[in-house]
Structure formats: C-alpha cells, structure tokens
C-alpha cells in the first residue's frame, strides 16, 4: 500500500525559508517522479515542481530561483525547500507520486507565513 | 504556460442527475488532460487520465472525453459521496497546471 506523508514546519517567519519532507512508503521512490503541489485556503491547486529519482527536477519559472527539491533514496523520501517566504506561500502543501498523472497522494500540510 | 479555464465554476445539482464539466485548454494539449476528485479537507484524487482512460477503483459513471483544447467531465447518475471540487490538470507541456476547479454541491 503506497502511502506518502508530508512533514515540516507548520510555520514560518517572513523572508526565511519553508522545508518539508515526504517520506514515502510502500514503494521505492527509484523510477519514479514525485512532485510538490501547493493550494492557498479556499484557492486551486498550484503546481511547484517535481523530481526525479536520478535529481533531475523541473520548477514552476512562478517560483522563480526560490524553489530547490530533493531526494534520499536511502530514506525513501524527498524534499522540498522554497526560500524568501511571504504570507502569499501558506498554503497547504501536498506531495504527490508521478507528475505526468499523480497517483498518489499525501494528506497535506498546512504551512502558514508569518510573524 | 497552458491556461485552463474550466466551467462552470459551480453546479447545485440533485442526485441522479448528470453533471457536464468543462475544460478548455489555451493551446492544444492532445490527450494530455486528467481529472481529479478532491473532497472537503482531502488530498485530491485522480480520477481519469489522458481524457478519457479509466482509474481503477473509480466508479464507472465517472468518463472523460475530448481532445486538442477541450475536455469533458461526465457524472452519470450523481450519488451524494460525489460532492466534491473537480479540477483538470494538463501534462503537455511545463509548467503542469491545473484549472480553477469545479464545486459539485448536492441539492
């Protein structure tokens, strides 16, 4: 059974940075893509990026330089770190399996920006 | 980056009806549309790939259709357990995105 989980800081100051991490079990991560989707409260689902198990990634050009991902394969888990917050980041932040479709899912964190 | 804008943004819809849903992408996208399900406080859920290819597990009055720039989201026979916010997302081309959402609400 494939499950993901997310974990990191619920909350963050301005101008610093967000970190969370998705400890994936179940499956190997290798030949796979995993992905970051964020969604503000109340809003739609934002793409962030995916990485592959090789540390291959692609960003969303809307994070800018801001976005870096990823992996642990000894730990079955990948990351992701988005510097600079502001109060536009707090969101729920979800990870995924796959890119192209998302399979799997994890339940999702709530980040929240602020001081 | 693809835009895709689904309509209506709402639907107040009673059981057993039909619900339509629509998704229009701003440049071709091919095949490269998928539906997901995402209820009150949950993780979204992935409903149909490439347009129209069925998940496994998913109910069978869930269909897609479509391709190029515009897409279909049918329910057939809505149940209660169907209200949700349903989004389409595109693979095509990076960035992915996701349209703006659908909200299903039960009458």
């Known amino acids: 059974q494939v499950q993901l989980q997310e974990s990191g800081p619920g909350l963050v100051k301005p101008s610093e940075t967000l970190s969370l991490t998705c400890t994936v079990s179940?499956?190997?991560?290798?030949?796979?893509?995993w992905s970051w989707i964020r969604q503000p409260a109340g809003k739609g689902l934002e793409w962030i990026g995916r990485i592959y198990t090789s540390g291959s990634t692609n960003y969303n050009p809307s994070f800018k330089s801001r976005v870096t991902m990823s992996v642990d394969t000894s730990k079955n888990q990948f990351s992701l770190k988005l510097s600079s917050v502001t109060a536009a980041d707090t969101a729920v932040y979800y990870c995924?399996?796959?890119?192209?479709?998302?399979?799997?899912w994890g339940q999702g964190t709530l980040v929240t920006v602020s001081s | 980056e693809i835009v895709l804008t689904q309509s209506p943004d709402f639907q107040s819809v009673t059981p057993k009806e039909k619900v339509t849903i629509t998704c229009r992408a701003s440049?071709?996208?091919?095949?490269?549309l998928h539906w997901y399900q995402q209820k009150p406080d949950q993780s979204p859920n992935l409903l149909i790939k490439?347009?129209?290819q069925s998940i496994s597990g998913v109910p069978s009055r869930f269909s897609g259709s479509g391709s190029g720039t515009d897409f279909t989201l049918t329910i057939n026979s809505l149940e209660a357990e169907d209200a949700a916010t349903y989004y389409c997302?595109?693979?095509?081309?990076?960035?992915?995105?996701f349209g703006g959402g659908t909200k299903v609400e039960i009458k």
């Open positions: 490439y347009a129209s």
């Open positions: 440049q071709s996208i091919g095949s490269s």
């Open positions: 179940g499956v190997s991560l290798s030949n796979y893509y």
């Open positions: 995924a399996r796959g890119s192209l479709t998302m399979d799997y």
């Open positions: 997302h595109q693979s095509s081309s990076l960035p992915f995105t």
